[in-house]
């Protein structure tokens, strides 16, 4: 394909230097900018390569992805460009590999999920997860042997960690998102999409949300909040086999979750609807159903709405269950908001 300018280069490098112009000023006018791109490729038979920077570009992309704009076209657009993705880029982008790890572990090459024949390659994919659990970027490979092989002598442990390579790297077909250097590997944030990734990019204002008392708050985004609430469907590999390498990420995921719930439930009450503030602490109580400061929280919500008697049968679902679980009663809060909706039930 030719790359000098045409009309059609020139039409598609304006709209595109529009849509930049528009973008975070009026979402309106630069999506429609994208629309009028997108429209105008699909109705081409031969496509222009812009003469706007590749990484401006990609962000676009992304951006008409999310917003649901022509998604085969852009998508074609993006091998076409040969464009990467911004780091944190939405589950939308083509990734040539995508991991969910958050209540399931399910594995997709070019949006199919992984499948395969005869024996199950498990240790392949325990490999996979214990990269994640220990960050993913610049792992040494030692840990990696350690974790995996706890029991093997260190002979041994070189041989089976190259052969066990060798099979996940063939599970994930010819896009190579695995490199070794230095005795370290990575899993390339460009080619694949990690859930778990993604959650903590988007929740990073929450994490630091919560803090003591006196100091200043982090601003907090309603909307990437509730994108990482969607995205959180359960624990790390919760539906595996419990691990040891896999419980301090698990750990950590969990605490940042609860962050998550408790600031934008926070925010939703601090902005009186409590109604929407009750949905999130539900969300979390579906996720974590042992988690009592979000039936705490709950609790308030429906009496600040005055019902008192719901509140008193989530206060009935907490007990029994941490009675059930963990054998420990509420706590003194909990108590205190009982008697509260007690005084006040009809």
Not at 211 to 231: I, K, N, Q, T
């Amino acid at each position: 394909m030719s790359r000098n300018p045409s009309n059609a280069q020139v039409q598609i490098d304006d709209l595109l230097e529009r849509a930049v112009a528009q973008a975070g000023v009026h979402a309106e006018a630069a999506r429609g900018c994208l629309h009028e791109v997108f429209a105008e490729l699909a109705r081409g038979s031969v496509w222009p390569v812009p003469s706007i920077a590749k990484p401006v570009l990609a962000r676009l992309c992304a951006e008409a992805l999310d917003a649901g704009i022509e998604p085969p076209v852009v998508r074609r657009f993006i091998a076409h460009c040969e464009l990467a993705p911004e780091p944190g880029a939405s589950l939308n982008w083509p990734w040539p590999v995508r991991v969910h790890t958050l209540g399931r572990f399910a594995v997709f090459c070019d949006d199919k999920p992984l499948t395969f024949t005869g024996k199950s390659p498990r240790k392949a994919l325990e490999l996979l997860q214990a990269l994640i659990a220990h960050g993913g970027r610049e792992v040494r490979t030692t840990v990696l042997m350690q974790s995996l092989w706890p029991e093997e002598s260190s002979s041994n442990l070189r041989n089976l960690f190259d052969n066990t390579l060798h099979r996940l790297r063939k599970l994930l077909g010819p896009q190579e998102v695995l490199h070794v250097h230095n005795a370290k590997l990575t899993l390339d944030a460009s080619r694949c999409w990690v859930d778990a990734w993604a959650f903590n990019r988007l929740t990073a204002p929450c994490a630091a949300a919560l803090v003591e008392p006196g100091h200043e708050r982090a601003p907090v985004s309603e909307a990437e909040a509730r994108a990482a609430l969607r995205l959180y469907s359960g624990h790390f590999l919760q539906s595996e086999s419990e691990e040891p390498w896999s419980l301090p990420y698990r750990d950590r995921l969990r605490n940042r979750f609860h962050r998550l719930v408790r600031v934008l439930g926070e925010h939703l009450e601090q902005a009186g609807d409590w109604e929407g503030a009750a949905e999130i602490y539900e969300r979390g109580l579906e996720v974590d159903n042992l988690a009592e400061v979000f039936y705490q929280h709950l609790m308030a919500c429906h009496q600040r709405m005055g019902e008192h008697a719901e509140a008193l049968r989530v206060y009935r679902r907490c007990r029994e269950l941490l009675s059930i679980v963990l054998g420990v009663a509420p706590s003194p809060r909990t108590e205190s908001l009982r008697r509260v909706s007690l005084s006040m039930a009809p």
